[in-house]
């Protein structure tokens, strides 16, 4: 019999960004088969409002998942035998639009999108909420951020849309799409934050929304949603910062030219190849996964693009050798082979976010 890995799928409310929360949307849970790549049936486990991301506890007995509104929410769901999702806590994320978790140690940091709000919630040592923030129903601390960039329509001001942790463990940052920055956090032994600058500076206009550190922590991979490239920066872990090494467009110069508009989301690193979602504006496409070969250095190969059978990638992760593409607005899970091929789908409501389950 096949070995399967359950996922935690997150999803949006069922008519899409920006419609109303709450009406029936949640946290779904998929087996996909280790050897072929095939999916179960999916199961909605909970539901709860805008579910767009979710993180677990390395520990296996918490889910964490945002309530992506206004204002914004974060649940902690305690993980029972039997798979099944209980709410033990609910507490403000600080800011409005939460769009991304992420959890180090004792600590979950929240980005907020809309306000570019970070939010830090202190967890016990089990990975619950600590009980000062739930008594308080918010985080233990708030950042806000100030700066435009040159779209007028995205960048009027600032919007976190990822944290990630720096690979000495040293910094927090925040990849900005209003300010086209990497905003900078050193962390205390207790997880705290000090806001510490900006770590990186990105042409004007580029719209950092995910990152990814290389193997070795020399060079930091940045997805570009506005200007549609992936920007490969040196960086130097003793100050804590990035200068520009390359930059690669989202898809290969000849798909560049056609006139379409596209528009990067997530980004992460498998071995010596950089996967990327990259989604078509408007009525022409199609939506992708475009895999860049990682050179001695660092540096990226020219994309391959590998094309979707729907649209709107949001997110993706590689479990067991497969890639597994959340497609948003066709309501549908996808698993690709190592090709590009995909092997198996099935639907479900608005998926946004595919995160493994830790197994106890």
């Not at 978790?101 to 990975?127: R, S």
């Not at 976190?160 to 000495?168: I, M, Q, Y």
């Not at 550190?213 to 060079?219: K, T, V, Y």
């Not at 504006?281 to 590998?306: E, I």
């Amino acid at each position: 019999m096949s070995a399967t890995t359950p996922l935690w799928i997150g999803t949006f409310p069922h008519a899409g960004i920006g419609t109303q929360a709450g009406l029936g949307e949640g946290v779904w849970r998929v087996d996909l088969d280790a050897t072929t790549g095939g999916l179960g049936a999916p199961r909605l486990v909970v539901e709860t409002p805008a579910p767009t991301f979710v993180a677990t506890h390395p520990g296996g007995r918490w889910l964490y998942a945002v309530g992506e509104s206004d204002p914004g929410s974060v649940t902690a769901f305690e993980i029972d035998a039997d798979g099944g999702l209980t709410p033990r806590a609910t507490v403000a994320s600080g800011g409005v639009a939460p769009c991304h978790l992420l959890v180090v140690d004792d600590e979950l940091y929240v980005a907020n999108y809309v306000d570019g709000v970070l939010g830090v919630v202190p967890l016990t040592p089990d990975g619950g909420f600590a009980p000062d923030v739930v008594a308080s129903g918010r985080p233990a601390q708030t950042f806000d951020h100030a700066g435009t960039g040159p779209d007028p329509d995205r960048q009027e001001g600032p919007h976190a849309h990822f944290v990630a942790l720096t690979p000495d463990r040293r910094h927090v940052l925040v990849a900005d799409l209003g300010t086209d920055e990497l905003r900078r956090y050193a962390r205390a032994a207790d997880g705290r934050l000090t806001p510490d600058g900006v770590a990186a500076a990105l042409p004007p206009g580029t719209g950092p929304r995910h990152v990814a550190f290389s193997a070795d922590g020399g060079r930091l991979h940045v997805v570009g949603e506005l200007d549609a490239s992936v920007h490969v920066l040196d960086w130097h872990a003793g100050s804590a910062t990035g200068t520009g090494l390359q930059r690669v467009p989202a898809v290969p110069e000849t798909e560049a030219a056609d006139g379409v508009r596209r528009s990067p989301s997530h980004v992460l690193l498998d071995g010596d190849r950089l996967l990327l979602g990259v989604r078509a504006l408007g009525l022409r496409g199609p939506d992708a996964v475009s895999t860049f070969d990682v050179r001695p250095g660092g540096t990226l190969g020219a994309p391959v693009t590998h094309p979707l059978s729907g649209p709107t990638p949001r997110h993706l992760a590689v479990v067991h050798g497969w890639t597994v593409v959340a497609l948003q607005d066709a309501h549908a899970l996808v698993v690709h082979d190592a090709h590009g091929a995909q092997v198996a789908r099935v639907d479900l409501p608005s998926p946004a976010c595919v995160v493994p389950v830790v197994v106890r």
